[in-house]
């Protein structure tokens, strides 16, 4: 939103610096080019002809000296001043165009004096006998005459009109972009996951249309809540009813069990047992999965996090030697986190029995450790056939599967990737995967140092 502010600011400012300077010009070309009333000639011609007559007070006076100092003041209004002789050179040696002379010849006269175009001119008779023709005209364009010759005080009038307008797109730019910025910043906490923020009453930028956004994005953010509350509360309630009838169902293979003599009757009985088992290890994941959503931290404390990770690695090796792989740290150091050690021992595991999973046969998954600045980043990396680009996100989500996953009927419930997500931004730190460079994926934690 910084952005935008200063795009509004930007383009109020320069559109009212150039609406100033369009009417200043306006305004002055209007006022040089209009006739004084009674005499017929413009107010441009007018200042000219007063130029010309100081030539011939100066000329009289004091010479070629006394001249050159008209010549000079007129120069600095933007105006030149020529004084030809019978021969049509010019006494002060200024630089003239070859036109000079002819406009000289062919000058009318008016009420006013002499004119040739946009030129004015002036006989000018020494007692001497000498005879000059004075010639004034401007320099330079209107517009160009109007931002460099003008007094200072119309440029202090500027400024000042350019001070004033600045604060107004100021006002103007952050009546725009203050309630966009609220309104960015709790949609940032909302999609964070704090569907309680809300944006409420704006105290500035109070226009109907902001107002109308933001009860609109309230009420959607309220809407949000309910649904994922009532998501989250059916998975939990559903869970908990589901643990009692496994409970029983596990009694009554028990029972049948033992009334049953070996044969395929007992295998099936041992492959129900297996499948109550894996579900009553889902629902145990749904449940906390749950419980993290609507729970706040506790519990935290200093955590080593390389003992923690070498003690899950020589857990999972047993593991991957039965699923014919191997697991190797190949890099670690000493560092500590505040954190809820269950929890982030949780992640952590599952995010490596993820990897042993879907590794392939006679590879290994690699575990480094190590500091990033205030940081510690944990990267456990298979040798399987990795993600799909548009799945790396999704594979955090609950119960989300690829479809290669689903192929390979692993066995997992979809819930391990998400309780790790849970797990390890409620300690503050940050989880994402990627497909590594040569094949498998690579899962990365962050957490911040203790």
């Given amino acids: 939103m910084r952005r935008l502010f200063w795009r509004v600011f930007a383009l109020l400012w320069i559109a009212t610096l150039v609406l100033i300077v369009a009417i200043a010009w306006s305004a002055s070309y209007t006022f040089e080019n209009e006739k004084i009333p009674g005499l017929d000639i413009t107010r441009m011609d007018s200042v000219l002809n007063d130029q010309l007559r100081d030539a011939s007070r100066a000329l009289h006076a004091g010479g070629t000296a006394a001249l050159r100092e008209v010549q000079r003041s007129a120069s600095e209004r933007g105006i030149d001043l020529h004084v030809l002789d019978v021969h049509d050179k010019d006494i002060l040696d200024n630089e003239t165009y070859e036109d000079l002379a002819s406009e000289a010849d062919n000058a009318v006269a008016d009420e006013q004096g002499l004119h040739s175009g946009h030129n004015r001119l002036r006989l000018i008779a020494l007692p001497d006998g000498s005879r000059y023709t004075a010639i004034a005209s401007y320099q330079t364009h209107p517009l160009l005459r109007m931002l460099v010759l003008r007094p200072t005080y119309f440029w202090n009038q500027i400024t000042i009109a350019s001070l004033i307008s600045a604060i107004f797109a100021l006002i103007l730019a952050a009546y725009v972009s203050a309630p966009l910025s609220r309104i960015q910043a709790i949609a940032r906490r909302v999609a964070s996951g704090d569907l309680d923020a809300r944006i409420g009453p704006l105290h500035f930028g109070r226009s109907a249309e902001m107002l109308s956004l933001a009860n609109e994005f309230d009420g959607m953010a309220a809407r949000l809540k309910e649904l994922v509350e009532g998501q989250r509360r059916l998975i939990r309630d559903v869970s908990h009813e589901m643990r009692s009838p496994l409970a029983r169902q596990r009694v009554a293979l ?3 069990r033992d009334q049953t003599p070996s044969g395929d009757v007992r295998l099936q009985l041992d492959r129900i047992e297996r499948e109550s088992e894996r579900l009553e290890e889902m629902i145990a994941q749904a449940i906390q999965l749950s419980r993290m959503e609507t729970t706040q931290p506790a519990r935290v404390e200093r955590v080593a996090l390389d003992a923690l990770v070498a003690d899950i690695a020589d857990d999972a090796s047993f593991e991957a030697q039965a ?25 952590i595991e599952n ?30 990396i298979d040798s399987g056939p990795g993600v799909p ?3 790396l996100v999704r594979i955090f989500e609950p119960y989300y599967r690829t479809d290669d996953a689903r192929a390979r009927k692993s066995g997992g419930s979809g819930l391990g990737l998400a309780i790790a997500k849970r797990a390890i931004e409620r300690q503050g730190g940050r989880i994402r995967a990627s497909n590594a460079l040569g094949g498998g994926l690579e899962v990365e934690i962050v957490m911040p140092l203790a």
Avoid: W
Avoid at 323 to 347: F, H, K, Q, W, Y
Avoid at 371 to 377: G, S, T, W
């Fill in 323 to 347: 699923r014919r792989c191997s697991l190797r740290i190949e890099r670690t150091m000493p560092l500590v986190v505040n954190a809820e050690a269950d929890l982030l021992g949780s992640a």
């Fill in 254 to 256: 028990e029972l049948a």
């Fill in 389 to 391: 680009e548009a799945d």
């Fill in 351 to 380: 995010i490596v029995r993820n990897a042993v999973n879907y590794t392939r046969t006679d590879t290994s998954i690699r575990i480094r450790l190590q500091q990033v600045e205030r940081e510690a980043r944990l990267c456990v």
